[in-house]
């Protein structure tokens, strides 16, 4: 386990990619916690550049971004916590069938919510894929619209949003939580008609949340790395270690960052 990051976006989702060189080197599984230091507005591996409103982005200050996951935009910003699980192809938490991949980080979210006195659950695989189904074509626009097998639910809400990127060596499972849940912040960003805006704001405070909205006061993301920490030993009898920064994770993710994840608007699409 590395310590809690608080930097640049770019710098964090070289990061991950750093975790993938480590896996390569040493097949170990690896935890971070990570926070991007300001707003960043952050598109799924396949989603278009033309999605996004650029000038009100450069008027917000907000740089652009994509990450090697899949999805649609997310802002992330101080108000969001990420967590980053590497597992190796033989760990026991691994799994070949991605959506499989997802269930047990469902479940230690589950139980370190519940024992911080958030009441959650996991959205079954069925409930999931009848809800695709069903959502509408501008709500995909925003990764938290949708809700994905064994993603975590506060009521009706998407209170914890999971992605993956799988190689060779292995796979990242990646989680997010809001400490705000602000749709209001990221759907200027997106290249939409008034109407639209207007529209996709309410039906993402329908379909999403944070934890400033499930409990009063919220619990610090350092209480929630401490519940999930103990969640993931006594639901999966995994002990977390820390760990230290190798050579070659160092390398890659300071290249990474200035080459892969550089802001999409100061490189061709």
């Not at 971070?32 to 707003?39: A, D, G, L, Q, Y």
């Amino acid at each position: 386990m590395f310590p809690l990051s608080v930097e640049p976006t770019a710098l964090q989702l070289a990061t991950d990619d750093a975790l993938l060189a480590g896996l390569e080197e040493t097949c170990q599984p690896a935890l971070r916690w990570h926070v991007s230091n300001v707003p960043a507005l952050v598109l799924g591996v396949g989603q278009k550049l033309h999605e996004v409103d650029l000038a009100a982005c450069r008027v917000a200050g907000v740089p652009i971004h994509r990450r090697a996951s899949g999805g649609t935009a997310v802002l992330l910003g101080p108000e969001a916590l990420m967590l980053t699980v590497a597992l190796p192809k033989a760990h026991r938490l691994s799994h070949s069938d991605v959506t499989e991949s997802y269930r047990w980080s469902g479940e230690v979210w589950v139980a370190a919510l519940h024992a911080l006195g958030l009441n959650s659950r996991l959205i079954p695989i069925q409930q999931a894929r009848d809800d695709l189904r069903a959502l509408d074509p501008l709500t995909r626009r925003v990764c938290f619209g949708g809700h994905s097998p064994y993603e975590v639910l506060a009521g009706s809400r998407k209170l914890v949003g999971l992605a993956q990127v799988r190689r060779r060596s292995g796979a990242l499972i990646q989680a997010a939580i809001y400490r705000q849940w602000q749709p209001e912040r990221l759907v200027p960003l997106l290249a939409l008609a008034p109407e639209e805006r207007a529209a996709l704001q309410i039906r993402l405070l329908e379909r999403a949340t944070g934890l400033a909205r499930e409990r009063h006061p919220p619990p610090t993301f350092e209480e929630i790395i401490t519940a999930f920490a103990v969640a993931l030993r006594e639901t999966q009898q995994v002990e977390l270690i820390p760990s230290e920064w190798r050579a070659v994770e160092q390398k890659t993710r300071h290249h990474q960052s200035h080459t892969r994840y550089a802001p999409l608007t100061t490189k061709s699409e």
